[in-house]
Nanobody
Framework: QVQLVESGGGLVQSGGSLTLTCIAS????????VAWFRQAPGKEREGVAC???????KYVESVDGRFTISRDKAKNTVSLRMNDLKAEDTAVYYC????????????????????WGQGTQVTVAS
């Protein structure tokens, strides 16, 4: 059974850091594109960062330089290290993947990510 589970969310002060982790079961994350999305109350879900099977990355402009997406092949996980957090980073964060063998990834919800985690809440207090 293909499943993604996020962890690591919580409450942090502005300027602080958090690391989110996405654990995969039922498939090898190393072979497929993986992305982190977030959704704040009343807003559309937006792509934050993605990682391709060849370890190329993309970031939305608002987090570029502050967030880092990375992979742990041994643990079959993908993490999102978030530094210098701001109040506007407050959202539910989701990891997503699709079983497509490709050397690219994408930050668009419409790109066809078919597997999603349940989400983890990140709250940044200003």
């Amino acid at each position: 059974q293909v499943q993604l589970v996020e962890s690591g969310g919580g409450l942090v002060q502005s300027g602080g850091s958090l690391t989110l982790t996405c654990i995969a079961s039922g498939f090898n994350l190393e072979l497929y594109p993986v992305a982190w999305f977030r959704q704040a109350p009343g807003k559309e879900r937006e792509g934050v960062a993605c990682l391709s099977r060849i370890d190329s990355t993309k970031y939305v402009e608002s987090v570029d330089g502050r967030f880092t997406i990375s992979r742990d092949k041994a643990k079959n996980t993908v993490s999102l290290r978030m530094n210098d957090l701001k109040a506007e980073d407050t959202a539910v964060y989701y990891c997503a993947s699709r079983l497509l063998v490709t050397n690219v990834c994408d930050l668009s919800v419409e790109w066809g990510y078919s597997y999603w985690g349940q989400g983890t809440q990140v709250t940044v207090a200003s």
